[in-house]
């Protein structure tokens, strides 16, 4: 498909839309810091489609745009033959990506809204970044998830769901490797298989190229500086 993705240079966000483009082995193109300000900045009246805040996806084959990433999600993942025929499993995906969201909005302090202290990040990592590990651990038990069956939702096909994992667990941990720790511990087979996933040649050729661009930057700002000093904290 042809399409051009509106996204900051960052990982984060963006990362739900490029591993499934990457994945299908598409050629999409990534607007520029300015495009991208350029179409945020607009009254919403004359937008394309009135939206918020990127990521955006100008889908080229139909010339419309969406906003909100769970929704650029489900359609690529649709379009690309990554959603699930079965009506519940296809509904499970749309849940993670969700589940997904509410955690990047978590560990973010609601995208950089304050930063963050150092007691509330403590309670956040313990009780609500762990039982979210849990949750995609017992989901993908759930399907028959374990260190010898391959995906997410059982089957012998790489879904939404697995991207959205990768791009949710494999992208954090990439770039805050102490949190990888709390992966294995709280999710084994999830930890697994993001291991197995990152080593498909389209994935693993994608990571190593964004981390040549970007480092180890994950949100950006003063809010990933936040979460750096806490982990900082954590270590001490
Ligand atoms: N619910 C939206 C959140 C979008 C969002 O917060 N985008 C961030 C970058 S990840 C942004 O550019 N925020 C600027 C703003 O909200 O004005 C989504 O899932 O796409």
């Known amino acids: 498909m042809n399409c051009k993705l509106y996204y900051w240079p960052a990982p984060f966000r963006g990362n739900f839309i490029r591993l499934l483009l990457e994945e299908a082995g598409e050629k999409y193109q990534e607007a520029s810091v300015e ?4 179409l945020y900045s607009k009254p919403v009246e004359v937008q394309p489609l009135p939206m918020m805040a990127p990521p955006y996806l100008h889908d080229l084959d139909h010339d419309v745009f969406l906003s909100q990433m769970p929704v650029i999600v489900m359609h690529l993942s649709r379009k690309l033959g990554f959603l699930p025929d079965d009506a519940f499993k296809s509904s499970v995906c749309l849940k993670l990506v969700l ?3 509410d955690i990047l909005a978590e560990i973010t302090n609601l995208n950089g809204n304050t930063m963050w202290e150092y007691e509330k990040w403590k309670e956040f990592r313990q ?3 762990k039982r979210w590990l849990e949750m995609f ?3 993908g038990k759930g399907f028959g998830l374990s260190s010898k069956s391959e995906y997410m939702l059982g089957g012998d096909q790489i879904s939404m769901a697995d991207l959205v994992t990768e791009a949710l667990w494999g992208t954090m941990i990439r770039c805050f490797p102490d949190l990888a720790e709390d992966c294995r511990r709280h999710a084994p087979n999830v930890f697994q298989l993001i291991q197995r996933i ?4 389209k ?3 994608f990571i190593e190229r964004q981390q040549q ?3 180890s930057s994950y949100c950006g700002g003063q809010i990933e500086k936040s979460i750096r000093s806490m982990l900082e904290k954590d270590r001490q």
């Open 203 to 205: 994935i693993k050729s």
């Open 99 to 101: 589940d997904s969201n």
């Open 127 to 129: 009780k609500r970044l």
């Open 137 to 139: 651990e017992e989901t």
């Open 198 to 201: 990152e080593i498909r040649p």
């Open 213 to 215: 661009s970007y480092g």
């Open 35 to 38: 495009e991208i300000l350029e």
